[in-house]
């Protein structure tokens, strides 16, 4: 059974950084691409960053980039979200998803149809 957890979200000041983990179960990484989107309130879920070990890719929408770095932690089977810089319109709800239909690709992070989902993570940038 694939089971992915977040943790990490919580509120920060703009101009400061969180780092979001998603651990993953019953999936091997290797093989699977492994995404962030965020969700705000009223908005789309969207697709922000993804990682695919096999093919060595990751992708960032252009919102994110340069302030945003995924990344995978091998031993712990996980992949974490490294935000610096935060701003205000960063405030979301975040989640991770999984398949190994997919590549990671920009195109990819706009589909939601994705098969394994989190529960989620907030992360509130305020002052």
């Known amino acids: 059974q694939v089971q992915l957890v977040e943790s990490g979200g919580g509120w920060v000041q703009p101009g400061g950084s969180l780092r979001l983990s998603c651990a993953a179960s019953?999936?091997?990484?290797?093989?699977?691409?492994i995404g962030w989107w965020r969700q705000a309130p009223g908005k789309e879920r969207e697709g922000i960053s993804c990682?695919?070990?096999?093919?060595?890719?990751?992708e960032y929408v252009d919102s994110v980039k340069g302030r945003f770095t995924i990344s995978r932690d091998n031993a712990k089977n996980s992949v974490i979200l490294q935000m610096n810089n935060l701003k205000p319109e960063d405030t979301a709800v975040y989640y991770c998803?999984?398949?190994?239909?997919?590549?990671?690709?920009?195109?990819?992070?706009?589909?939601?149809?994705?098969?394994?989902w989190g529960q989620g993570t907030q992360v509130t940038v305020s002052s």
């Open positions: 990682f695919s070990n096999n093919e060595g890719v990751t």
């Open positions: 019953g999936v091997n990484l290797d093989y699977y691409a």
């Open positions: 998803a999984t398949d190994a239909r997919f590549i990671c690709t920009k195109e990819a992070l706009g589909i939601l149809k994705w098969a394994y």
